[in-house]
């Protein structure tokens, strides 16, 4: 048994080939704006196995195993389940032909540039747990993600929200930070605050996965669901969450997300 796994690039182009026949889709909800691609790769489980190669850590394990990690991955990325860090040179065709595509129908305006690009993966399946409040509406650090589903699960996807203030509702959060009176109502809810204010994790801050679905607070008004070999795009500045039940999913959940900067 050879001790690399090696790989030539005629085989990762294979892998990351986007399908002629792929369908690309537009929406709106109020004002999000979406685009949808279905039957995205020619060879998508080739993609998935190619992946599976690069290591993971258990962020959970970790903690339950000893404590000393507690501090390294509060102050790390709060994203549920488990993440791959992909160099995003092995993806060079598929980012390059989604910003060309975003750029085409006035999604992303600025060219494209290699060096704005991220890969990781998300992976979930019925032990994952929460911390943080991360079953919570969130906005990420991007501003696109394009969220690449490789396993197909039943009542699984985005859900997207609207925080409902005191005299407005909100869907980003850059608009109710400008606003003092309702950022600082919103702040003064412990469930919502920043979650990068956790300094450090416990054992007994990791609870079981709940699917969250809204409350008074926040209001679940689009859903896109993660078909098998789709890809959902959005702008990280609407607040989301993953859906994914746990308790009932038989299972995994692997997807892969490109992340424009």
Not at 62 to 83: C, L, M, R, T
Not at 84 to 106: A, D, G, R, S, T
Not at 239 to 261: M, Q
Request: a negative charge.
């Amino acid at each position: 048994m050879k001790l690399l796994n090696t790989f030539t690039q005629r085989y990762i182009d294979h892998v990351c080939k986007i399908n002629p026949d792929h369908e690309v889709i537009t929406g709106t909800k109020g004002p999000l704006k979406y685009v949808k691609i279905k039957n995205f790769l020619e060879n998508p489980e080739d993609l998935k196995e190619f992946l599976a190669h690069f290591p993971a850590i258990d962020r959970f394990k970790s903690i339950e195993e000893d404590s000393k990690y507690s501090k390294i991955y509060a102050a790390g990325s709060k994203a549920p389940g488990i993440q791959q860090m992909i160099p995003q040179l092995y993806l060079m065709n598929l980012q390059e032909y989604l910003h060309v595509l975003l750029n085409k129908i006035n999604y992303c305006r600025y060219p494209y540039d290699p060096s704005i690009w991220d890969f990781y993966t998300n992976y979930l399946d019925k032990d994952i747990k929460s911390f943080a409040s991360n079953t919570v509406p969130h906005t990420d650090p991007f501003s696109i993600a394009c969220n690449i589903y490789l396993t197909e699960v039943e009542n699984t996807g985005t859900q997207f929200f609207k925080y409902n203030g005191i005299n407005k509702e909100f869907y980003q959060n850059k608009y109710l930070q400008r606003d003092i009176l309702e950022f600082n109502k919103f702040k003064s809810l412990s469930l919502y605050s920043s979650r990068e204010e956790i300094s450090s994790l416990n054992k007994e801050d990791l609870t079981d996965w709940e699917v969250f679905n809204g409350d008074s607070i926040f209001e679940e008004y689009h859903y896109m669901p993660s078909e098998y070999n789709s890809v959902s795009i959005y702008k990280g500045c609407f607040w989301h969450a993953i859906k994914y039940d746990a308790k009932n999913s038989t299972k995994e959940r692997y997807s892969l997300v490109g992340a424009i900067k």
